[in-house]
């Protein structure tokens, strides 16, 4: 069976594989709810008029629940939002899958210096409430970027980030138990 990024989505947050008819329930829940509607926005976002409906839809909810989060942005499968809460990712930044996110994040640009540009982060990543990741830099998969952490530098793949500045600590498991349901 073909499972559909909002069903991958929605498997992170329970562990189950639901009907759309299910999903439609489970949206009661701001995250969720956030989610579906943002995937919309990015499925129909090309598309005159469902494009123009999705996204005006998709700006109510980012008032409603305080996620400034774009279409435009690219987000793989299997996103997570952890809490519901202000949170600002840049419609230039990338995620990949199975990526958890907290309240209070920033993923952002950086006008000048030289790391301007936007943020990569790869498959696996947890990012703990209030971190700050700015710049054109790149983040690995399978790291934990600790609450309250300001990430402005790449970071290899297996590691944890704390504090502020950020330092880097070697971790082959940094996000086990941290990650779960993966798709």
Wanted: with cysteine; glycine share 10%.
């Amino acid at each position: 069976m073909s499972y559909t990024t909002i069903q991958k989505d929605f498997y992170r947050e329970s562990g189950k594989w639901l009907s759309s008819w299910e999903i439609l329930k489970k949206c009661i829940n701001p995250n969720l709810h956030f989610i579906y509607v943002l995937r919309k926005a990015q499925k129909y976002n090309n598309k005159p008029v469902s494009g123009i409906f999705w996204k005006f839809v998709l700006r109510h909810y980012q008032i409603k629940y305080g996620y400034q989060i774009y279409p435009e942005t690219e987000i793989g499968e299997g996103f997570y939002l952890g809490h519901w809460g202000s949170l600002v990712i840049n419609p230039k930044a990338k995620i990949g899958k199975n990526c958890n996110i907290a309240q209070g994040v920033t993923i952002g640009q950086q006008n000048r210096g030289k790391l301007q540009g936007f943020p990569t982060i790869s498959d696996e990543v947890w990012i703990g409430a209030n971190a700050v990741i700015v710049g054109g830099i790149t983040i690995g998969s399978n790291v934990l970027i600790a609450p309250n952490s300001y990430v402005n530098f790449d970071v290899p793949a297996n590691s944890v980030v704390v504090g502020n500045p950020g330092v880097i600590y070697p971790a082959e498991s940094a996000t086990e138990s941290y990650i779960n349901n993966k798709i």
